[in-house]
């Protein structure tokens, strides 16, 4: 069993003395930087700085509380000590304001990206993500994936007016990409200028999808630690989640020496190592030993736990045919304008109900499969199987949950 790292003893002296000497981090991202569409607007003041103002709009979207039913890895499981994506956002929070506190990072920006990040994650997780992803291109020709989404959830469903900074944070952290050093690429402009070439980003990436996604470079520090928490928080979770869901043995043996093979370990570790490579720098930066088993631990995870055949079966054969029809149907009810339908009545309506205040655009003037996508990708698990259920009630299409009873006998 990997030991619990320490920081180092020279590390540790640098920090109580900067401590002790008042010393500001120069290179975290400061609140007078931050840059809105609407900068007369949500101006910041003593008790609500600029990027709590961020945290709590984002918090406070409607569609923050479905975090609390969206699939982190396993679907299918009635048991609560199994993660769900509310969980998961707030691990990558903690873990990244603990890092952020002792790099003199700026702990409210890192909070905003980190609750915001997975907002627009569909129900089923990446492999809803890839369903929808998969329609999408093959209707509308453009690419879906989380990242961009919550994006397009905060800044134009729903119009929250947040910074380009938290927004540039959350497109920017798609944790598949590891990376040893991660180097800010600092906003240059602002204004209208600066908002501009983010949009220009953003269409980019739902035209090339990950060849685009994969060249994203933070823009803060604070966004590039937010990023890197995101791996940290869930690669030991879902091997403590795969254990209680019976995927993998208590047992089972994972290979990365440094950070450890567990939960615990892993968060202790890498952490420790992100603060002694850091401190003091411009750039986030983990050692090679410690990079090497970050990638060495994501590709075990992926052949123990995500191919797992015990997992793929019944998306395959259920989710994916699933997620096909009621795609269409609920275009076809759109395209035939019935406002009776489900995605008048539970998403344009509802939006335009909790955006009237923001703006007085329209909605549905959206393109049709754009706006399809939308409804799916803001559905909780069982929001989706129920509304599978009432869309098609002759369908033998159904999902048998795994009680807290088959767990545990």
């Not at 003041?45 to 945290?55: E, G, I, Q």
């Not at 736990?305 to 096909?324: A, G, H, R």
């Not at 269409?328 to 339908?341: C, H, I, P, R």
């Not at 996508?373 to 559905?379: H, K, V, Y």
Request: aromatic letters at 10%; charged letters at 25%; glycine letters at 4%.
């Amino acid at each position: 069993m990997s030991q619990y790292k320490k920081i180092r003893e020279d590390v540790q002296e640098q920090i109580k003395e900067d401590r002790r000497l008042h010393k500001e981090n120069p290179f975290a991202c400061p609140d007078s930087a931050a840059i809105r569409r609407n900068m007369d607007r949500d101006k910041a003041n003593l008790w609500r700085p600029a990027f709590v103002r961020d945290t709590e709009k984002i918090m406070h979207l409607p569609v923050f509380n479905r975090y609390a039913d969206k699939t982190q890895v396993f679907s299918f499981y009635k048991n609560d000590d199994i993660t769900r994506r509310m969980l998961h956002v707030q691990l990558v929070s903690r873990i990244a304001r603990s890092i952020g506190a002792v790099l003199g990072l700026n702990l409210d920006l890192i909070e905003a990206v980190a609750l915001g990040h997975d907002i627009g994650h569909t129900p089923f997780g990446h492999v809803g993500e890839r369903y929808l992803s998969t329609l999408l291109e093959k209707e509308a020709g453009i690419f879906f994936n989380h990242n961009v989404h919550s994006v397009r959830v905060i800044d134009t469903l729903y119009k929250r007016n947040v910074t380009l900074q938290t927004l540039d944070g959350i497109v920017c952290h798609n944790g598949e990409f590891e990376l040893q050093e991660y180097r800010p690429k600092a906003i240059t402009v602002s204004g209208p200028e600066a908002f501009a070439l983010f949009d220009a980003t953003i269409a980019d990436c739902d035209a090339r999808g990950n060849k685009a996604i994969k060249s994203l470079i933070p823009a803060t520090l604070e966004s590039c630690l937010v990023r890197i928490c995101d791996m940290i928080a869930y690669l030991g979770k879902d091997r403590q989640d795969a254990i209680t869901a019976k995927i993998i043995s208590p047992d089972e043996p994972f290979t990365s020496q440094e950070i450890g093979s567990f939960n615990a370990t892993i968060i202790n570790n890498l952490s420790v190592d992100i603060i002694n490579n850091s401190y003091g720098k411009d750039y986030l930066l983990l050692s090679p030993e410690y990079f090497a088993d970050l990638k060495t631990a994501k590709r075990e995870n992926y052949e123990k736990i995500y191919l797992n055949p015990k997992l793929s079966e019944v998306y395959d054969q259920t989710i994916w045919p699933m997620f096909e029809m009621i795609y269409y149907k609920l275009l076809d009810d759109l395209t035939k304008e019935d406002k009776n339908s489900v995605i008048y009545r539970h998403h344009l309506d509802y939006l335009a109900a909790q955006t009237s205040w923001y703006t007085e655009e329209n909605p549905s003037e959206t393109d049709p499969h754009r706006i399809v996508a939308d409804f799916i990708a803001s559905m909780t698990d069982d929001y989706f199987i129920d509304l599978f259920a009432h869309m098609f009630p002759d369908s033998p299409l159904h999902v048998d949950y795994k009680s807290y009873f088959q767990l545990t006998e």
